[in-house]
């Protein structure tokens, strides 16, 4: 059994730090919600969707935590995530007129993309070789 553990791509604690700032929105709407509850549709609407995306939140955060700590597991997540979000930038940029919003969600959803799917991501997640962050790039 190996004992030599690879440190992560730099790129990838990045796009773990991006994913953080996601969570923590995420909970600042959920926040946000609860505080709001009691307005036009009575109290548990709101009190339930705050819950809800509470919960999406947590998992968001537990990816972002996954990757700053090296797992391996938490990039599938942090790219499923990022994906449903470029779905919402879509629907912001389009039909909700939010063109603005729409390009930011969109810009910081493919930054976190791409940097899981740099040469050096790439070859962490699959455990393929130890990552030499001092190495000239390979590509």
Do not use: K
Not at 60 to 85: K, Y
Not at 127 to 135: C, L, Q, R, W
């Amino acid at each position: 059994m190996p004992t030599e553990v690879a440190p992560v791509p730099r790129s990838v604690r990045a796009a773990g730090a991006l994913t953080g700032l996601q969570g923590v929105a995420g909970v600042g709407y959920a926040v946000a919600l609860a505080t709001q509850s009691g307005h036009e549709h009575g109290p548990y609407n709101a009190l339930g969707t705050a819950a809800y995306f509470l919960v999406l939140s947590a998992g968001v955060l537990a990816a972002s935590v996954g990757l700053l700590r090296g797992r391996r597991w938490a990039r599938t997540p942090a790219l499923f995530v990022q994906l449903v979000l470029l779905g919402v930038a879509w629907y912001a940029f389009g039909s909700a007129g939010q063109q603005l919003a729409g390009v930011a969600v969109a810009a910081f959803c493919l930054a976190i993309i791409v940097l899981l799917f740099t040469t050096h991501a790439r070859a962490w997640a699959v455990g393929a070789g130890p990552y030499d962050p001092d190495a000239p790039n390979q590509d």
